[in-house]
């Protein structure tokens, strides 16, 4: 099986934009499509981003996704930081036996 | 709008069974793509447990696959976890969660509030 591998955490000044990277340890990225979970203190997770690059109705479009073979790497790019941005963000994709793998989890701080 | 809310005991001693259920409102349980528990222990990240389809089909995250079973109760409308011999390891908020529309990816839409469940003798 593989495994996701996200930075433990990243911090950014408001209105600033910042990049989360997810790397795929084996097998191709683009194999499985990657989601992106926000998920603040006691509270669940809520979508951000599905099938690489796609945002739920109601996430604003500051939210962006994707994914470069080059690198194996999905991207969660926040664009025009604001404080409810903070959080914790985990990308998530599965395996061709319908295994669900999650990363690791980034703190993002903004301030 | 689907809603889930999982409930069961708050404390379990160790060696013993954790049961929780979920119950689903807004949607029949038994039309869904399919459910599944995720777990998050203190200060930790995520952990898929595992997952039941339309079909009754379950898969199972395979460091807990010897001591899981996910199931459903159309009857109740709710689908429920078991996980056996628990150790202090097992203290977690345990989600539930589910996807209504089939689709190609493997993910979550839907999710619950979550329940903490402390392993401890």
């Known amino acids: 099986n593989f495994i996701l591998t996200q930075p433990h955490s990243v911090s950014e000044s408001p209105g600033k934009t910042v990049t989360i990277s997810c790397t795929r340890s084996s097998g191709r990225i683009g194999s499985n499509y990657v989601q992106w979970f926000h998920q603040r203190p006691g509270s669940s997770p809520t979508t951000v981003i599905y099938?690489?690059?796609?945002?739920p109705s109601g996430v604003p479009d500051r939210f962006s996704g994707s994914i470069d073979s080059s690198s194996n790497s999905a991207s969660l790019t926040i664009s025009g930081l604001k404080t409810e941005d903070e959080g914790d963000y985990y990308c998530?994709?599965?395996?061709?036996?319908?295994?669900?793998?999650f990363g690791g989890g980034t703190q993002l701080t903004v301030l | 709008q689907v809603q889930l809310q999982e409930s069961g005991p708050g404390l379990v001693k160790p060696s013993e069974t954790l049961s929780l259920s979920c119950a689903v409102s807004?949607?029949?349980?038994?039309?869904?793509?399919?459910w599944g528990w995720i777990r998050q222990s203190p200060g930790k990240g995520l952990e898929w447990i595992g997952s039941i389809y339309n079909t009754g089909t379950t898969y199972y995250n395979p460091s807990l696959q010897s001591r899981v079973t996910i199931s459903v109760d159309m009857s109740k409308n709710q689908f429920s976890l078991n996980l056996r011999s628990v150790t202090a390891a097992d203290t977690a908020i345990y989600y539930c969660?589910?996807?209504?529309?089939?689709?190609?990816?493997?993910?979550?839409?839907?999710w619950g509030q979550g329940a903490l469940v402390t392993v401890s003798s």
């Open positions: 969660a589910g996807k209504i529309a089939v689709a190609l990816r493997v993910s979550f839409d839907d």
């Open positions: 998530q994709s599965y395996d061709d036996s319908n295994h669900v793998i």
């Open positions: 807004g949607h029949s349980v038994s039309s869904a793509y399919f």
């Open positions: 099938d690489d690059d796609q945002r």
